[in-house]
């Protein structure tokens, strides 16, 4: 990787947050972890020199190398322009329309990426937006973003991410990775995160936009008590007595805190306050 970027006269760009993995172990455990078969569409986030789309390509039966620096997308299209599974898409992946692949293959892709940190988790929450369209995500991310995901009730990384990616996906930290194995070298450790997308929510929920509000209120005001974030948050319309009505009638106690919550609970809250009109 060093030696190509060398050749070709580039340097990572901070800006795009551009660390590329350079150990061929970790890439290996990576493919490894997508348990890719001919007939997968794989949909690779951020393709850099492509030292991970080679691999993805001699499994897969197509891929589909997204990357936006306009400099590496030029490189990658020489250097796969003769194989036949790669084809190499110059775009910004929180802004690219995944529909026309979906339309086009009629089966759900896999997708595999080396996220920067600056949009880890918007990209997350967009394949999550986008899951209908995919059977499988396996993501780099900073370690502390991989334990956001995972994350369980009553500790400090539990958050929103936590609990959207318990409702759409089954998700665990496949392995961790140290800064020597990228270059430029990032100043933290890094993790892979494998989620299987569930076929089905693990939780009915009736009204997923009540379970949006009542989540950012309790979370945007983390510290407060759930009676009083709620007021702070979404629901600042409503008299006191009507949240906590709310509250009990979802059997929560109003003086305990959102990072307490469980995903069942918080959907049981977002039915009350639903409820409520």
Same mark, same amino acid.
């Given at each position: 990787?060093? &030696?190509?970027?060398?050749?070709?006269?580039?340097?990572?760009? &901070?800006? +795009?947050?551009?660390?590329?993995?350079?150990?061929?172990?970790?890439?290996?455990?990576?493919?490894?972890?997508?348990?890719?078969? /001919? =007939?997968?569409?794989?949909?690779?986030?951020?393709?850099?020199? /492509?030292?991970?789309?080679?691999?993805?390509?001699?499994?897969?039966?197509?891929?589909?190398?997204?990357?936006?620096?306009?400099?590496?997308?030029?490189?990658?299209? #020489?250097?796969?322009?003769?194989?036949?599974?790669? #084809?190499?898409?110059?775009?910004?992946?929180?802004?690219?329309?995944?529909? %026309?692949?979906?339309?086009?293959?009629?089966?759900?892709? &896999?997708?595999?990426? *080396?996220?920067?940190?600056?949009?880890?988790?918007?990209?997350?929450?967009?394949?999550?937006?986008?899951? =209908?369209?995919?059977?499988?995500?396996?993501?780099?991310?900073? @370690?502390?973003?991989?334990?956001?995901? @995972?994350?369980?009730?009553?500790? &400090?990384?539990?958050? !929103?991410?936590?609990?959207?990616?318990?409702?759409?996906?089954?998700?665990?930290?496949?392995?961790?990775?140290? !800064?020597? $194995?990228?270059? !430029?070298? %990032?100043?933290?450790?890094?993790?892979?995160?494998?989620?299987?997308? +569930?076929?089905?929510?693990?939780?009915?929920?009736?009204? #997923?936009?009540? +379970?949006?509000?009542?989540?950012?209120?309790?979370?945007?005001?983390?510290?407060?008590?759930?009676? *009083? $974030?709620?007021?702070?948050?979404?629901?600042?319309?409503?008299?006191?007595?009507?949240?906590?009505?709310?509250?009990?009638? $979802? /059997?929560?106690? !109003?003086?305990?805190?959102?990072?307490?919550?469980?995903?069942?609970?918080?959907?049981?809250?977002?039915?009350?306050?639903? $409820?409520? /009109?």
């Amino acid at each position: 990787m060093r &030696k190509q970027l060398r050749e070709l006269h580039l340097r990572p760009k &901070k800006k +795009l947050g551009q660390h590329f993995v350079v150990d061929p172990r970790v890439l290996g455990k990576m493919v490894e972890c997508a348990a890719l078969k /001919g =007939e997968d569409v794989v949909l690779e986030i951020g393709a850099g020199l /492509g030292a991970l789309t080679a691999p993805l390509a001699q499994r897969a039966g197509k891929v589909y190398a997204l990357e936006v620096d306009p400099r590496l997308a030029s490189a990658l299209g #020489e250097r796969f322009s003769k194989s036949g599974p790669v #084809e190499v898409v110059l775009a910004d992946a929180l802004q690219f329309d995944f529909s %026309p692949l979906s339309q086009e293959w009629k089966r759900k892709m &896999k997708v595999i990426a *080396n996220l920067p940190y600056e949009i880890s988790s918007p990209m997350i929450f967009r394949l999550l937006q986008e899951r =209908e369209r995919f059977s499988l995500l396996i993501l780099m991310l900073q @370690v502390e973003m991989a334990r956001r995901v @995972v994350a369980h009730p009553g500790t &400090k990384d539990y958050g !929103p991410l936590s609990l959207w990616c318990q409702l759409y996906t089954k998700a665990h930290i496949a392995f961790s990775v140290p !800064p020597r $194995a990228f270059h !430029p070298r %990032p100043r933290v450790d890094s993790a892979v995160v494998k989620f299987e997308v +569930l076929e089905k929510p693990s939780l009915i929920v009736e009204d #997923e936009r009540a +379970l949006q509000r009542v989540i950012r209120s309790a979370f945007g005001y983390r510290r407060k008590t759930l009676a *009083n $974030a709620m007021q702070l948050g979404e629901y600042s319309h409503l008299p006191m007595e009507k949240i906590q009505e709310a509250l009990q009638s $979802a /059997g929560i106690d !109003p003086g305990l805190r959102g990072e307490v919550l469980s995903l069942e609970q918080f959907r049981d809250l977002g039915r009350a306050f639903s $409820a409520l /009109g």
